[in-house]
């Protein structure tokens, strides 16, 4: 016979006391007065602090009646009289809303409401009975924070109006609350005692039975019996030392757009303000100069407030960062300009200097980092993201020091848990049981508050650490700021381990991919911003007026956009469409800076001689390149110098095409190759004359594309999983590849691909003076769930491809013996990568793609995704980008494979600026790279951003006396040697008047 189960109808006792506790909670409100007298008006918000109004006038406003609109705005005023009963007692505004408002009575910020809280305490903000409202609030269909069950429920792109009230609450039975939220959360949790947790189920049982659930009676005694039965008992003991800091995490954009931080951000802040009001041992931490300056400009009642609690400890900034950029894909230049902003504000607002980087949500750290944020003034680095989300390993530490690429060490704090918790006894214990440096690293960081959309700490959170320390199975709670934490438990702590090598992340491998124009663009205004603040800093020189106000602005908007959901392209379409507007804002205002530069001949503002083919745009050119007319070069033109830039002479006979039946491909041979391509513009052969040798290993795609079913799950702008190959999708070669225009000094081949939506035409660049093969891919991209890579399988025996960091580069094993290498099947790289054995290699050059797959001795270029979560539309439209293939003898190093990249990536232009000819001989071809040049932020020197990218020592002499300063322009010392390590960044500044 087969078994039967037992299936229990009747209600468990644990049953019976959860929906007791629900009754319970019924009765926190003794008496809610409705508020009558109120208007609304709808306006959906169109920047930081203008709105377009649906209607003139506002409308009346009653309970059960529909407000809001999806993503909108809502204007609400009113009136109400404290009724004479109400006198003397402690009487709160109420509302419960899925919204997020703004509170102000007789023109005083007294709180803020939202899904995570309903009430605001009036009483020490009021000095009338007559109270006059007004509310500023912002509604979203998706809830800040989906983990926590409670706050889930609250979502509605329209809402129903539950009503407004001012109310007043049984404390007793409010307090009880608390102490069954602690209690009842600790009995469900299997992280404590069982024997505890049966304990507490019979005990607080027992102390429910005195209460009379429709009056409340009963309740002093049940809070009674509960402090002598439960709190008191220390039979069962706890274990671990657990630091908790207050912290919000705020997004600046991601379901939501920038312009709608600003208000998340000010309520944010206004409700830690309010609580620190009441609970004067509550301390908080607030990351982003970013949001601190926007709180500033738009709210500076606020603000003024803010500064006070910042003095009184409080209140603390952390984070160096201008905001919480993306590590991944910004250049190291973007990444020192994030802390350099991010420094002088905190500077100019608070009078300190921040000395740790606060960065929980970004997705993985590049190696490069360390140097940047100890050169910075940062000592300290927090991220959570490592510990929590790795999809194949557990990272091995919590507390420890990070290595950097060029020995730079900072110390380093990867909490064990999520940096989104509501403060719950099971979430500490979680946090004590997976720090993994119990016995090395004091102390295990746990941060609470809700976030994404901000929103912070409540009541309950600081009503259950006001109880934590009554409870003997919780372990040791210390509330501290996160300064604190870090001070107390990393530094000179000579127990530590060390992690050397970058932070990846494995997961949300997707987002070096993903919104290709977006990174794109990204790429070209790095370089553009390099190039306008060098020209201009030169002008300066010579007496023209330095804009460095506008630079500022042009920077710090080009920054915001590098933030960890905007850069990645893990956001909803508005939010591409103003980081995109944003791009090209600064594009045009970073043009009229160059226009005052303008001048006849071309200007090389790179410290080495090009000799590497390059385009120039010219309207009179015969080719056509990303749409563009232009004619090809290669200029040999001086570093930091300027001249005549000719096109390439005409060759007779350079070029020869045939089709061959046997193998059934063209074979193109040039001056340094005999190749042979399929019909899908694929290498069947590659075989270079000049190094007697052939590229193409056998069996292997090489420039082949490929494209994939892409159906990574919930994170689906985030992710590219591991089986992403196995299933392919058909490409159809609607036009074979053919010789579609060929020159004396160039020829173009051209294959058309076409999908049910789709059409990419892949045009192939042969060159009779170089030995670079270009390929640019012009694409009509309609897809869903698709990824487009095209791989590489050189006939190169390494283990290992070198990629480009933008300061350096790093090592990435292509062998899969660890779990740790085969979690690694998707980096991300800069500019190039190179396969390369003794004596000869290959590289890719690119000019805006991030993503690289490792595949034992082949690599893939990741090209284009197409996700619908968060934005549906994302990557659907237009594309033209491309790439470069370079067959090079040496290795990366060797064949000055990142000077090719660099000029690949900055265009050459006309300018009549000059370089002082004493500076311009240091700098050119003196091992180091002029990173930037620009006037320093005083205005009184020339800062010149040098770095080595080589892995080389040496020395730079130059011929006067130069200060050495730090990335964010303190003054170190004063030389005319400098001395640099492998990788070094270094910041010189000279005094104009010594040029």
């Known amino acids: 016979m087969a078994h039967v189960k037992v299936v229990r109808r009747s209600m468990r006792p644990e049953e019976w006391t959860d ?95 939202d899904p995570n809280r309903e009430r605001i305490l009036l009483n020490p903000y009021i000095d009338s009975d007559d109270l006059t409202i007004e509310i500023e609030a912002y509604n979203r269909s998706k809830p800040d924070d989906e983990r926590n069950p409670a706050s889930l429920a609250h979502r509605g792109c329209r809402q129903i109006f539950e009503g407004a009230y001012l109310s007043t609450i049984r404390d007793n039975v409010q307090s009880l609350v608390y102490d069954y939220i602690l209690f009842m959360d600790i009995a469900h949790s299997e992280y404590f005692n069982e024997d505890y947790r049966k304990f507490l189920f019979r005990e607080l049982s027992k102390a429910l039975d005195f209460i009379d659930f429709d009056t409340y009676e009963g309740v002093d005694q049940a809070a009674e019996y509960v402090e002598k039965n439960i709190y008191s008992n220390t039979d069962f003991k706890g274990s671990g030392d657990v630091a908790l800091v207050g912290h919000s995490h705020l997004d600046i954009a991601y379901y939501w757009r920038r312009i709608h931080a600003v208000h998340k951000n000010a309520r944010t802040i206004l409700i830690q303000l309010r609580l620190m009001d009441q609970y004067p041992e509550f301390k908080y931490t607030h990351t ?109 530490h919590n507390n420890f020091i990070w290595k950097g690429i060029d020995g730079s060490s900072v110390y380093a704090c990867v909490p064990p848990t999520h940096f989104i918790t509501w403060n719950m006894p099971s979430q500490i214990q979680e946090n004590w049981e997976a720090y993994q440096d119990k016995e090395t690293g004091g102390q295990t960081l746990n941060m609470y ?28 709670i210390e509330v501290t700021g996160g300064d604190a934490f870090l001070h107390k438990n990393l530094k000179d702590n000579t127990n530590l381990a060390t992690w050397d090598g970058e932070l990846y992340l494995e997961m949300h491998r997707g987002t070096f991919t993903t919104k290709s124009n977006l990174k794109k663009a990204n790429r070209t205004l790095e370089f553009k911003l390099r190039e306008t603040e060098l020209r201009a800093a030169l002008a300066s020189l010579t007496g023209t007026s330095y804009p460095s106000e506008e630079l500022t602005e042009c920077y710090k908007k080009f920054l915001l956009n590098q933030f960890h959901d905007i850069l990645p392209g893990s956001h909803i379409h508005p939010v591409y469409e103003d980081a995109m507007n944003d791009y090209r804002s600064v594009s045009e205002r970073l043009d009229a800076m160059l226009a005052l530069t303008a001048g006849n001949e071309y200007f090389n503002s790179l410290n080495f001689t090009r000799s590497s083919i390059t385009f120039i745009e010219d309207e009179n050119g015969a080719i056509t390149r990303h749409g563009v007319k232009g004619f090809w070069s290669i200029p040999t033109l001086a570093g930091l110098s300027t001249g005549t830039v000719a096109a390439l002479p005409s060759k007779e006979n350079w070029l020869s095409t045939e089709f061959c039946d046997k193998c059934d491909c063209l074979v193109v041979e040039t001056p340094y190759y005999r190749a042979k391509l399929s019909s899908d513009g694929s290498f069947v052969s590659l075989y270079d004359k000049e190094l007697d040798r052939e590229w193409v290993k056998e069996g292997c795609g090489f420039n082949k594309l490929h494209l994939y079913a892409d ?285």
């Open 449 to 476: 508050g809700y976030g994404d959309g901000g929103s912070g700490c409540t009541e309950e959170m600081l009503e259950m650490i006001r109880r934590f320390d009554k409870v003997s199975v919780m372990p040791k």
């Open 711 to 995: 159906n990574p799950g919930v994170y689906d702008a985030w992710d590219i999983l591991p089986n992403y190959k196995d299933v392919q999708v058909a490409l159809n070669v609607d036009k074979p590849l053919a010789l579609v225009s060929s020159d004396g000094s160039s020829a173009e081949f051209a294959v058309t691909f076409t999908t049910e939506k789709s059409t990419w035409k892949m045009i192939l660049r042969f060159f009779a003076d170089s030995r670079a093969i270009e390929v640019e891919n012009v694409v009509d991209w309609d897809e869903k769930h698709k990824l487009m890579k095209v791989n590489f399988g050189p006939d190169v025996l390494t283990r290992e491809l070198v990629c480009d960091t933008s300061a350096g580069f790093v090592k990435r094993d292509l062998t899969k013996n660890t779990s740790w290498q085969q979690a690694r099947f998707e980096v991300c790289h800069h500019k190039w990568c190179d396969m390369s054995e003794s004596g000869s290699g290959i590289a890719i050059i690119n000019e805006g793609k991030y993503g690289v797959g490792l595949e034992k001795d082949e690599i893939s270029l990741s090209l284009l995704r197409a996700t619908i979560r968060p934005d549906i539309t994302s990557d659907i439209g237009h594309h033209d980008f491309c790439y470069t293939i370079l067959p090079h003898s040496g290795d990366a190093v060797e064949a000055q494979v990142n000077k090719t990249a660099m000029e690949y990536n900055v265009p050459l232009c006309k300018s009549n600026v000059t370089v002082p000819a004493a500076l311009r001989d240091t700098l050119n071809n003196c091992g180091l790279y002029l990173q930037a040049m620009k006037r320093s932020e005083d205005g009184q020197y020339l800062i010149l951003r040098l770095s080595e990218q080589d892995g080389r020592r040496g020395k730079i002499a130059f011929p006067f006396e130069v200060q050495t300063m730090n990335l964010i322009e303190d003054i170190e010392g004063s030389t005319k040697v400098v001395s640099y390590h492998p990788f070094e960044l270094i910041t010189v500044a000279v005094k104009p008047e010594d040029l």
């Open 288 to 396: 982003q100069a970013y949001t601190y300056e926007t709180l500033e400009k738009y709210y500076p009642e606020l603000f003024a407030e803010l500064k006070e609690k910042i003095a009184a400890g409080q209140f603390e900034p952390v984070g160096a960062m201008y905001v919480e950029p993306d590590c991944n894909i910004p250049s190291a230049e973007s990444l020192i300009r994030q802390c350099l902003y991010g420094q002088m504000y905190f500077r100019k607002a608070f009078g300190r200097t921040i000395d740790n980087a606060w960065l929980p949500d970004v997705f993985g750290n590049s190696w490069i980092l360390p140097q940047i944020l100890k050169k910075s003034g940062v000592d300290y680095f927090v991220s959570n993201k490592m510990s929590t989300w790795n999809d194949t390993n557990r990272f091995p």
């Open 19 to 113: 929906l007791r506790f629900v009754w319970l909670q019924r009765g926190i409100y003794e008496e809610k007065f409705e508020i009558t007298d109120l208007e609304i008006r709808d306006a959906r918000q169109i920047s930081e602090d203008q709105y377009e109004y649906y209607s003139d006038e506002y409308r009346p406003l009653k309970k059960d009646d529909m407000y809001f609109t999806p993503d909108g705005t809502a204007f609400i005023r009113g009136h109400v009289q404290i009724p004479a009963h109400m006198k003397g007692k402690n009487i709160y505004f109420t509302l419960h809303t899925a919204a997020e408002m703004i509170v102000k009575i007789n023109g005083k910020y007294v709180g803020g409401v």
